[in-house]
């Protein structure tokens, strides 16, 4: 199973991007998935996390409020709905879902148990 993540790009500040991420070549079937991000000279954080049904969210403080994590499980597709953006958000960004022992826990994701990574998607923000 691969997750191909897209959408990334160079956006002003006070821009908005939306990320997608389509899982291919298998499912993940009632497992969360989330996306992390890394900036330059920094290491990979946690931005967002979703359950399977959609109905339990979380999202990294540091985006709290302008990043909202969605899914189309018809549609195999995670996606990341980013405003207000900011020069801090420039990073590459990744889809993720957890091992299978924590495939349904919102809070092992957060904490970095991850099974599967995207390839990756640039979000460059200008000031």
């Keep these: 199973v691969q997750l ?3 959408g990334g790009g160079l956006v002003q500040a006070g821009g908005s991007l939306r990320l997608s991420c389509v899982v291919a070549g298998g499912t993940f079937v009632s ?6 991000r890394q900036a330059p000279g920094e290491e990979r954080e946690f931005v967002a996390a979703i359950s399977w049904s959609g ?3 979380y999202v990294a403080d540091s985006v709290k409020g302008r990043f909202i994590i969605s899914r189309d499980n ?4 995670l996606y990341l709905e980013m405003s207000s953006l900011e020069p801090e958000d ?3 960004y990744y889809c993720a879902a957890p091992i299978p022992k924590y495939r349904t826990a919102i809070s092992a994701l957060q904490r970095g148990y991850v099974g ?3 390839q990756g998607t640039l979000v460059t923000v200008s000031s």
Excluded at 31 to 36: A, E, K, L, S
Excluded at 74 to 77: R, V
Aim: aromatic share 18%.
């Design 31 to 36: 497992y969360v998935m989330g996306w992390f």
């Design 4 to 6: 191909q993540a897209s």
């Design 116 to 118: 599967t990574w995207g």
């Design 90 to 92: 420039t990073a590459v």
């Design 74 to 77: 018809a549609k195999s597709t």
């Design 55 to 57: 109905g339990s969210t």
